[in-house]
């Protein structure tokens, strides 16, 4: 899975190996909000992009004579049921599991485990939220126990400070960790180690026209409080950690988390006032990125998972269209063909984009895309095992496929003869496809998708479902009624009301009538 040029890891002071008895491996992202600082002084932190070389940090490791323990600090999962791969270094994940259920021996697997047995580690613990809860991270807790005598420490709720919901406790091994790596300062740390794909507030627009916010994201900005000032805003999106007002004139108003985008001016873009005459939108969890109406593109927020897109933004003329996966964008041009920027695990590769020529619409999932072409031919980027890789019998241009949707980890394509295909992450049902859909004659003329879940509806409003974590969704058989109009969507992502609508732009109700 891994692709892309490396970094290495250089120490920003010189080093008093001897005094330290811990490493905490901090998550960039993690690090936005200062978490190195919170380390006590027998804590080395080693703040990580996910292009930095593995083997540089090896080489430095060594250095150290006394280290007994190991953290990794990063946001951890929401999802219980399916697994969603967390980047690490060297433009890979932690790990990966296959359909058997079976760890891979991957290179960042076999580096922790390397850890474990070069150091004589006495504990290893991972402060994401909830890792415990999901059955795939338990798996790969009990693979790396088999390494040595280590104790794997990790957490069932949330990871962080008490004001906040969290805690320093590894619910498995019952040990609080507050006091082996932090310092007394972690009290003034005002967030969890939670990763989240909804945003951490709430948006309310009262019936003068004034309008406010709360929850993590913060106070609405004082202009947009007074009486009337929804009547100049189109739209309002969000991230995880970020509104932003798009304005009918003048620059966009953005709040929340600096640095994924909140303060576009820390989030890398030298002129906020730029972030204006806006026709598209696209929101990772940590950057934005914007199309305007004379077909350039900026970006603003988190620099390694996409708020940086200075690398190709000579390429950025002429587009049409822009899509986001969690942590990289994908802009579309109207000669049809793609550029991508990025984090280098999730972003379309330079390979994958010789193969995005003639491209009409994309979609993505969390971790990759997917192109069609004008031809009915589907072209793939991003993660391999989440979609990035598409299906030979998609590729030609006898695929005549008209329509791709996706869910978070897997993609559906209707082909024209009225058949299925779907592809990516079994457990995101790309696998366990109904031959209803899949056989000649199945007659369907429309997909949805959630989170989980695809379902395709027949020419005689037949409604056919599938997941691979048994989620309850509409019985399959079931007809619907004549003129009925379906909408789908993964959580609340669109509300509409006199007052305007909310988007979200990386899945979006869809309606769909049935005459």
Known sequence: ???????????????????YTSIMFIDSVVEDMRFSSYCNDSTYPIVYSYSMSRESINQFISNFINLKRIAFAFHGTINTLAYEPQNFINNDVFFDIDESLTIKNTDNYLFVKGLIQQLSLTN???LGCGLLLNNTWRLYFESLQTAGNTIIGASDDDTGNIKYGGDWVMENTSEDVKSVYFNENVENYQYTLQRIMSARGFLAVKTDGSIYSWGQIGNTPAALQQSGSRDDISYFYYSTWVFIAVKTSGPAVTWGVASYGGDPSSGGLANPADIKDISKVATGVYAFAVVKTD????????????????SVQSQLTNVVNIYANSTSFAALKSDGTVVSWGSGTDKITDSQLTQMTNVVSMVANSYAYAALRSDGSVAGGGVGSFGG???????GSSANVTEIVNTMGAFAALKSDGTVVAWGRYDYASTGVPSSVTAAGSNIVKLYSNNYSFVAIKSDRTVIYWNNIGSPGPSSGTTLPTNATLFTGHDILMAQSQYGVIRHSVAMLAPYNLS
């Open 124 to 126: 290893i613990d991972f």
């Open 1 to 19: 899975m891994s692709s892309g040029s490396t970094i290495q890891y250089v120490p920003p002071t010189p080093v008093e190996y001897s005094k």
């Open 389 to 395: 890789d598409v299906p030979a019998s998609l590729t």
């Open 295 to 310: 077909g350039s593109v900026i970006s603003w927020g988190n620099s390694t998972n996409g708020g940086d897109s200075s």
